[in-house]
């Protein structure tokens, strides 16, 4: 007997229950029925085309009930419902009966909520306000680009980029580095007619979203009567932007950033209008009707949105970050404290330090590859920053660490040579700066990377770097908590070149181990001060994450001895 398809099984359980075969067309099967929900029943259409179920069955509805009417969480414009998240929930494919009638069950719940309980209808559209202004209402609005905005801004630039992108922002030097990295010319067409409003409260509920200027004063007010009552007083007294035939309105809000734009009518009406802008404002009033407006659906590619969107906590904007070692650690933690937000702001900076240049032998374990050969490591990966990532304010230093002497300024020093003879040198001169000195985080891999290790250090409490070794009976420096099973070095000769061998992943691990560590710091905490991460299978001894004490006997980061002198 054959097993009939799962297209097959699923028509006749729906024809069983009270559904019709409309047609397959384009690969998508589709059903007309109705949904037995609370209300009344509902007409819909069920599509399926994905029957490994990656994509959930569409369900449009073919009338759309009195209580479902306006601006609804959930369905769009033409009609559709979104009832799952994508991604939410996964369904059976071997059982495809189930999983459509999973599929009908949480429509019907859905819509029941809609209708029924008014909570859960205000709730769900604040939590999707900016998807249903986006791509849930007729007509469609008008994609623009966001790029820093300063609180206190009132006026923002506006740009193109090339033919296909309309950018706003306060800097001109950003919008320029970001045509830079696109390889679009900037069309600046400067401030004057975009102007910027905050509000703290949310979007409201309305039937639909404004599509003229009538509608949109009354939206405007029943959003925010200070937003709409400053939007109204600037329309009546400010002069200049009756120079454009344009006037973009830039909303930040809770729900995130919503843009309009307005037209402003003939040159005739605008001059006019720039000897009384009170007149020319009741005009618009008047006229309101006939005036469409078009909504902005914003995209943020400002540097406070790009590198704090994961987050929960503030990231490295504003920060002075010295990062002291360009090699197979330092390269993969530049990148890694440059997607955390270093190099931006006003105070922001990144410094990265180094004296050597890109060898052969550098390729196989660090973040740049073939093109930076022969060139020198802080260059070549400034150049690479710069090409990724262009707001970023990062400064190249070749040379001995050792010997720049603003070593310990700023907020951050790490330190990802992995040669302990200089993490005990620079241990030695932060010990000395004491306590002016920024903390210093040291991350290192422990022999053939079987492990990684992370120490940070400051003026308050806890081991220095060299509290790691302590002298034992033989009177020999040996490591204070052992990772490695054995002391003797893993080198292996290549060519005439000694090297320790040790995973690809190695020094990506490190460079994560450390990243977490001041993402930490970034909190308000940095405990564990010594962090050991281990690779799965690696035969070290198991050191876990502590607070390590100094050591009474560490001649380096013991207090100095105080002499008092005999009166």
């Known amino acids: 007997m054959v097993e009939a398809s799962a297209d097959e099984q699923v028509m006749r359980h729906l024809v069983a229950h009270g559904f019709s075969y409309v047609k397959r067309r ?142 706003f922002g306060d800097s001109q030097d950003e919008l320029a580095a970001i045509a830079k990295a696109l390889g679009e010319p900037l069309n600046d067409y400067g401030t004057g007619f975009s102007w910027v409003f905050r509000t703290v409260q949310w979007p409201p509920m309305s039937a639909s979203f404004p599509t003229d200027l009538h509608s949109l004063f009354a939206w405007l007010k029943a959003w925010d009567k200070s937003l709409a009552g400053d939007f109204q007083h600037r329309l009546g007294h400010d002069r200049t932007y009756l120079q454009r035939a344009l006037l973009y309105l830039m909303i930040q809000s809770p ?12 040159l005739q009406m605008r001059k006019a209008g720039e ?40 990231d ?32 922001g900076h990144l410094r990265i330090i180094d004296p050597d240049w890109m060898g052969s032998e550098n390729l196989g374990r660090h973040a740049l590859g073939y093109p930076s050969l022969l060139q020198d490591k802080v260059a070549a990966m400034k150049e690479e920053l710069g090409r990724t990532f262009p707001l970023a304010k990062v400064e190249s230093v070749r040379g001995n660490a050792l010997a720049v002497n603003d ?38 891999i422990s022999g053939t990377g079987g492990a990684v290790q992370s120490l940070w250090v400051d003026a308050h409490k806890g081991a220095c770097f060299h509290c790691l070794r302590h002298t034992d009976a033989r009177g020999l420096r040996v490591e204070r908590f052992p990772i490695e099973k054995t002391n003797a070095p893993a080198w292996i000769m290549k060519g005439c070149q000694a090297l320790m061998p040790y995973a690809v992943s190695a020094p990506m691990h490190a460079a994560a181990l450390a990243t977490d560590a001041i993402a930490d710091w970034l909190q308000g905490r940095v405990s564990p001060r010594m962090r050991v991460l281990t690779r799965p299978g690696a035969d070290v001894h198991p050191v876990k994450n502590q607070d390590p004490k100094r050591l009474d006997e560490c001649v380096a980061c013991r207090p100095p001895i105080v002499l008092l002198k005999k009166a």
């Not at 729900?255 to 003939?266: K, N, V, Y």
């Not at 000897?275 to 400002?302: E, F, I, N």
């Not at 300024?409 to 000195?437: C, F, Q, W, Y």
Request: aromatic share 8%; hydrophobic share 40%; with cysteine.
């Open 407 to 444: 070593l310990f300024k700023g907020d951050l020093l790490i330190d990802a040579t992995g040669e302990e003879a200089v993490s005990e040198s620079i241990n030695a001169k932060h010990m000395a700066h004491r306590p002016s000195g920024c903390p210093v985080l040291y991350v290192r």
């Open 255 to 266: 729900a995130g950033w919503i843009g309009i734009e307005i037209p402003l009518g003939s």
């Open 26 to 167: 384009h690969g998508v099967l589709r059903f007309h029925g109705s949904l037995s929900c609370k209300q009344g029943p509902i007409k819909i259409e069920l599509g399926i085309s994905d029957w490994d179920f990656v994509s959930y069955p569409s369900i449009r509805l073919l009338e759309r009930p009195a209580s479902l009417e306006g601006v609804q969480a959930h369905l769009t414009a033409n009609n559709g419902l979104c009832y799952y998240t994508h991604g939410a929930v996964v369904l059976d494919r071997f059982d495809p009966v189930v999983a459509v009638a999973q599929c009908l069950a949480q429509a019907t719940e859905v819509l029941d909520k809609l209708a029924l309980d008014p909570t859960y209808r205000r709730d769900e559209l604040t939590r999707e306000y900016l998807a249903q202004w986006s791509v849930g209402q007729l007509p469609e609005p008008w994609p623009v680009v966001k790029a820093t905005v300063a609180e206190k801004s009132t006026d923002s630039r506006v740009a193109a980029l090339g033919n296909r992108i309309f950018i």
């Open 316 to 347: 490295l904007t504003n920060k002075r970050i010295t990062l002291v070692g360009c090699g197979a650690i330092g390269s993969h933690l530049a990148e890694a404290l440059v997607r955390l937000g270093a190099g931006q702001g006003p105070r």
């Open 275 to 314: 000897r009384k802008p009170s007149v020319y404002r009741q005009q618009m009033h008047s006229c309101g009707k006939a005036r469409g407006v078009v909504r902005l659906t914003v995209t943020d590619w400002s540097p406070g949105f790009v590198h704090s969107r994961n987050l929960n906590f503030d």
